[in-house]
């Protein structure tokens, strides 16, 4: 099973629509991260968490809001999706040795 | 935000050729990370770096730390089709745990 997994993998939804995309993880790190990818853009940072009553903004939070519900668990809400916001969006984590995993990502489309 | 320059920006080699990208960045790391993205996916970790001018191997892939610890260098030797995808450099400093990532450099192999 992968450590890091993202739900839905692919979303279309209407612009003023609330959605919420989860990640959890199974390898017990406490910080988790959440980014946007746009084409030929690199990973860009919208919210980060190094534990469960820790949470923070990274460089687009705007338009963006996050939950940590549990050390295993970090949910990405869009508040009133618009379209510029169609990307695709990865959750990630981090343990002791400074590397980041990645989960499989989820394909937003904002009509 | 800041970003990582990364080169080159795409690439086309025939296989059984040797491939090198590049990363630097304005500002010094203590880590750097490369990974690769198929599509569809998220970023895989490939290789970690953690000290200055180390070179660390994992298969076919070779990456080092630069000594001014402003770049960092991935190399593929031998290339085969199912190296294609997107290769992405990150780097971070000690204590902060946030990841500043490249624009990524895109390889494509020729059979």
């Known amino acids: 099973d992968a450590d890091v997994t993202q739900t839905p993998r692919n979303r279309i939804t209407k612009t003023g629509k609330r959605i919420m995309l989860e990640c959890s993880q199974t390898?017990?790190?406490?910080?988790m991260y959440w980014y946007r990818q746009d084409p030929g853009l690199g990973l860009r940072l919208i919210y980060y968490s190094f534990d469960v009553k820790d949470i923070n903004k990274g460089e687009i939070s705007d338009g963006y809001s996050v939950s940590r519900q549990a050390q295993a668990k970090f949910s990405l809400s869009l508040e009133s999706a618009i379209p510029n916001q169609t990307a695709l969006y990865f959750c990630?984590?981090?343990?002791?040795?400074?590397?980041?995993?990645f989960g499989p990502g989820t394909r937003l489309l904002v009509l | 935000g800041q970003q990582l320059n990364q080169s080159p920006q795409s690439m086309f080699i025939q296989e059984g050729e040797d491939v090198s990208m590049n990363c630097t960045s304005s500002s010094i790391f203590n880590t750097w990370l490369w990974y690769k993205q198929e599509p569809g996916e998220g970023p895989v970790l490939l290789i970690a770096l953690y000290k200055a001018g180390e070179l660390t191997s994992n298969g076919r892939l070779t990456a080092q730390f630069g000594i001014t610890r402003k770049d960092s260098f991935l190399n593929i030797s031998a290339s085969i089709p199912s190296d294609v995808g997107i290769y992405f450099c990150a780097g971070t400093t000690s204590g902060t745990y946030k990841y500043i990532f490249g624009t990524g450099t895109r390889l494509k192999v020729l059979a």
């Open positions: 990630a984590t981090s343990g002791g040795e400074e590397t980041q995993y």
């Open positions: 390898k017990g790190h406490d910080r």
